[in-house]
């Protein structure tokens, strides 16, 4: 008969003490060497990347973030390194994560391996910028992948054509001349011996936010007139305070929106609020459609429905189709369920357009006319060509003005208000001749492009819109090629609202130029807001304005 042997309790309490000590050290041991593989050995020793010129001074968890908040612009420090290293394609930086790496495109062969057809949706947008920039403007066309990007670019391009951008010029001039109005205020309340300063940082979030609400809901909020509670919700999202810059910066490492902080509770309700305004203008449209199309039946008269704004705050152009009503006819009212977009949906794409049309479009033209008021020699030759053409031009004639379309071009080249939008490889890729693995981010920035004596020549830190004169097509950029200035991008994913923008941007600077002549206030370069994945000058934007001589007085509409 077997004999059973009894374990005393004290020798099985330490035998399984031992094994948890042993087992842990174990587990700790494999999960140090693990850390130490991914945070020093392969990125210096194994990566495929280590041969590439780059910064050295990372952080071995955060890589480079703590050096691109110290620098206090987006654009930095990828602008110095492209200083450092002018002739090389792709500058590797150490990314947030362990073992994480980037590429900064710093070629224009690059950028085109990177953003031409064949190979764009082999990258996707990164996890840290759809927090940053997600949070606030929605998840539409921007931040759509592959062939949902196709699926939606494909359905949004009907708007987007030259015949109804042209419509909208009437639109554009009449917000023009208001802004026109606003500054001839400014110089007649000056009292005598005193400068007309005018924040036109201000005036043009103002006109640019009643353009891209005509255009993505049909409805003109006339911000000039009054302040609503879209503007106050819009303005709260976008002009953080301190403390919500800072917790914006570390949610792109941590997720921390859900924590009961002030900064976080203001945010939250100005996007509760913004979002509920636009749901009780989508609901009302989707209504207005169907009546307009059950009564267009009835009558026999058409199939379709023209498109009305739901509101007295009509759009001058009432009869063009805005992006709200273009939505709701063909996407959300489409006879193919398949391919139908919820009202959700729908919210989504106008926050989209809206916070991209308008930020940028507003960042443009404060720039621009930053920039215009260092060189007067550049605006009294940009006037000269204003004054050859009727008070409100054509398209087509605004269209074959030579200098303001270089003036247009060389200001964007030297402040793009875009400041880029990093990509993660969604699977092994060959750039610029080398080999990628997936899982690395591709970072272009516009300024780095720019600014690069390689492509653009000695002169590249200097604003010369006469180097397009000589080139409309492409600047003068060494080899004449075409991606040296990406401005609104290339490729699939380039802005789908470039005409419109640049319309906009066109009509606001011929309008100033034929009235007014200024001088910025700000020496240098602007400072901006950082963290941020657009460039948005910080604080106000002061202009000298005065009226050039013989200059008319516009009537506020």
Avoid at 3 to 17: A, F, G, N, R, S
Avoid at 313 to 333: F, I, N, Q
């Amino acid at each position: 008969m077997a004999t059973i042997t009894t374990v005393p309790l004290h020798i099985l309490t330490d035998i399984l003490w031992r094994s948890a000590l042993y087992g842990g050290l174990a587990f700790g041991i494999a999960g140090l060497a693990r850390f130490l593989y991914l945070a020093f050995m392969y990125p210096n020793f194994v990566s495929p990347l280590r041969d590439l010129p780059g910064p050295k001074d990372h952080h071995f968890f955060l890589g480079q973030l703590l050096n691109q908040f110290r620098s206090g612009d987006p654009e930095q420090p990828y602008t110095d390194w492209m200083q450092k290293w002018p002739d090389a394609p792709l500058i590797r930086y150490r990314e947030t994560g362990l073992a994480a790496e980037g590429l900064l495109i710093n070629s224009a062969a690059a950028y085109r391996d990177v953003m031409q057809s064949q190979t764009c949706y082999a990258y996707e947008r990164s996890v840290p910028f759809r927090r940053l920039i997600g949070d606030i403007i929605g998840v539409g066309l921007v931040f759509a992948e592959g062939s949902e990007h196709r699926a939606q670019r494909k359905a949004l391009g009907g708007l987007f054509t030259v015949g109804n951008i042209k419509a909208y010029l009437p639109t554009l001039q009449a917000k023009a001349q208001r802004l026109v109005a606003e500054m001839d205020r400014a110089i007649d309340g000056a009292k005598d011996g005193t400068d007309s300063l005018v924040d036109c940082k201000q005036l043009y979030a103002k006109i640019t936010l009643d353009v891209i609400g005509i255009f993505a809901l049909g409805i003109d909020f006339d911000n000039f007139a009054t302040r609503t509670p879209f503007q106050s919700s819009y303005e709260a999202m976008f002009d953080l305070s301190t403390a919500g810059m800072l917790l914006a910066a570390i949610n792109l490492v941590v997720p921390i929106r859900w924590l009961p902080l002030k900064a976080n509770r203001e945010f939250m309700d100005a996007s509760t609020e913004l979002r509920g305004i636009l749901t009780g203008i989508t609901e009302a449209r989707i209504l207005s459609v169907g009546e307009a199309a059950v009564a267009a039946t009835d009558s026999k008269e058409t199939k379709t429905a023209k498109p009305t704004a739901p509101t007295s705050a009509a759009s001058p152009t009432k009869d063009v189709k805005d992006l709200l009503t273009y939505m709701v006819e063909t996407k959300y009212r489409a006879v193919d369920p398949a391919s139908r977009w919820s009202k959700e949906e729908l919210i989504e794409q106008v926050l989209n357009f809206m916070a991209t049309g308008h930020e940028t479009t507003a960042g443009a033209l404060t720039f621009a006319t930053h920039e215009l008021g260092r060189h007067p020699d550049v605006v009294a030759k940009l006037r000269r060509e204003a004054l050859t053409l009727p008070a409100a031009p054509s398209f087509a004639e605004i269209d074959r003005l030579p200098y303001l379309d270089a003036v247009l071009r060389e200001c964007l080249r030297v402040q793009t208000p875009v400041a880029g939008i990093p990509r993660v490889a969604q699977q092994d890729v060959v750039v610029a001749g080398r080999f990628v693995p997936k899982g690395t981010t591709l970072m272009p920035i516009p300024a780095v492009l720019h600014r690069n004596t390689r492509l653009w020549g000695a002169d590249a830190a200097v604003f010369n819109p006469d180097r397009w004169l000589a080139d409309p097509g492409t600047g003068g950029a060494v080899d004449r090629d075409t991606y040296a200035w990406v401005a609104f991008g290339h490729g699939p994913r380039a802005c789908i609202g470039r005409a419109l923008a640049s319309l906009n941007v066109k009509v606001v600077l011929l309008a100033l130029a034929r009235h007014f002549t200024w001088e910025s206030v700000h020496k240098g370069k602007l400072p901006v807001v950082n963290p941020s994945g657009q460039l948005r000058p910080s604080g106000e934007v002061w202009l000298k304005v005065a009226r050039v001589d013989g200059g008319v007085v516009a009537e506020a509409k």
